[in-house]
């Protein structure tokens, strides 16, 4: 199942709304996750079945759709904020990551 | 606190072996999978290998990239994964992270990452 993230990079300030799209070729109900990746570090868990926010993760962060269309939003953007973000099925193998967004400083 | 600590990354010549290790640490490591994900210098995530637990059958699973050339095993009562990597290849250079796998298939903890570099 290929994943197509977009954009692939955006510049925003801090206090934007951003939204990152990622649509799957296939239909994946809600088995999609987000994950954030900071420069030289691992990626972490964010969002999972779409929509469900993992413990500890600031309430800005939110995640939605089903089917083959899912979006990622931060309303009200931090600068800790600034980062990679990646979707990921776990529907069927191989697992499959988007190509990432990169979420740069205005 | 979970933790998964990789190790053995290195420089290895085309052709070569290296064997990485992943120790775990905070959580009942024989009822999780354990899989392994890569990034190549400046690229996205790429799933690399899968090996599931006891009640499994310590079944896994590679990614068509690795497959018959990279070997996972386990060994619970030492809370570890090996991924055994053999006729490593340029292409594998790569950052590789060991994760630990939800209930629910996704990826909850990450390790540090070891790095792996094949060049000759």
């Known amino acids: 199942i290929q994943l197509t993230q977009s954009p692939s990079s955006l510049s925003a300030s801090v206090g934007d709304r951003v939204s990152i799209t990622c649509r799957a070729s296939?239909?994946?109900?809600?088995?999609l996750a987000w994950y954030q990746q900071k420069p030289e570090k691992a990626p972490e868990l964010l969002i999972y079945?779409?929509?469900t926010l993992r413990s500890g993760v600031p309430s800005r962060f939110s995640g939605s759709g089903s089917g083959t269309d899912f979006t990622l939003t931060i309303s009200g953007l931090q600068p800790e904020d600034f980062a990679t973000y990646y979707c990921?099925?776990?529907?069927?193998?191989?697992?499959?990551f988007g190509g990432g967004t990169k979420v740069e400083i205005k | 606190e979970v933790q998964l600590v990789e190790s053995g990354g290195g420089l290895v010549q085309p052709g070569g072996s290296l064997r990485l290790s992943c120790a775990a640490s905070?959580?009942?490591?024989?009822?999780?999978?354990i899989d392994w994900v890569r990034q190549a210098p400046g690229k996205g995530l790429e799933w690399v290998g899968r090996i599931r637990k006891k009640a499994n059958d310590y079944s896994t699973q590679y990614a068509a990239s690795v497959q018959g050339r990279f070997t996972l095993s386990r060994d619970d009562s030492k809370n570890s994964v090996i991924l055994q990597m053999n006729s490593l290849e340029t292409e594998d250079t790569a950052m590789y992270y060991c994760i630990r796998v939800s209930s629910s298939f996704f990826f909850d903890s990450w390790g540090q990452g070891t790095q792996v570099t094949v060049s000759s």
């Open positions: 990921q099925q776990v529907k069927s193998f191989p697992v499959t």
């Open positions: 079945a779409a929509s």
């Open positions: 296939q239909a994946l109900t809600t088995t």
């Open positions: 905070g959580f009942t490591f024989s009822d999780h999978y």
